[in-house]
């Protein structure tokens, strides 16, 4: 980013670029039944921020890629088989954020996406917070006694006393990536609302409504 005065930053053009893609993607669509969705999208963030262990409608297919990381990644050893089972969950959130974009240039697909990450990202952190008590139910597709992943990964590290700490680090990029979401997807939606008025507008012949007395 490069400064052209004192007070005034030149924004990069690739923001930029990308900005305006957004815009022009806005035009014409329909912006209420995607606001439905945001709606529940919120309230599910939000219910995993105030309460770990609520869940949302991706926390099946987020378990399924978690145990799938494990799968694809155990040639590499046991520490990084046991590391990709959360490296992939939150993995797979951003390739639909890059194929919403690259593939689809589907903008408001994009911000669903990031909601996912955080979701993935809250559920991370609730069984990195959990190394040490062990309390949460495990899954094993193997079959016998499942291991906490975060317990072996910590304690390998010499990491185990700050099991909270991580928690709490990682609980905070979730509700950035979700507040971020958020306001990607307000922003889009506004550039909807705005096409849909014009175009309003311009069916009336450019008069609109009256003024109110």
Request: proline fraction near 4%.
């Amino acid at each position: 980013m490069r400064v052209t005065s004192r007070n005034t930053v030149a924004v990069p053009p690739l923001i930029l670029r990308f900005a305006q893609d957004a815009r022009d993607w806005a035009h014409g669509r329909m912006w209420i039944p995607r606001a439905l969705l945001l709606a529940y999208l919120v309230y599910a963030d939000c219910r995993l921020l105030t309460d770990p262990d609520s869940s949302t409608v991706f926390g099946g297919i987020t378990l399924a890629f978690h145990e799938m990381g494990h799968l694809i990644f155990a040639f590499l050893g046991q520490f990084i088989c046991v590391l990709m089972g959360s490296g992939t969950q939150i993995l797979i959130p951003i390739l639909v954020i890059v194929l919403f974009y690259k593939q689809q240039r589907d903008f408001f697909g994009m911000a669903v996406g990031g909601f996912w990450l955080s979701f993935s990202l809250f559920d991370v952190a609730r069984y990195v917070g959990d190394a040490r008590a062990q309390e949460l139910p495990l899954v094993n597709i193997g079959g016998g006694d499942a291991e906490h992943d975060w317990y072996y990964l910590l304690n390998r590290m010499h990491m185990l006393s700050f099991d909270h700490a991580l928690a709490f680090l990682i609980r905070g990029v979730a509700l950035l990536v979700g507040v971020a979401s958020l306001a990607f997807a307000v922003w889009l939606m506004t550039r909807m609302g705005v096409a849909d008025a014009r175009d309003s507008t311009s069916r009336d012949g450019g008069r609109g409504r009256p003024p109110l007395h």
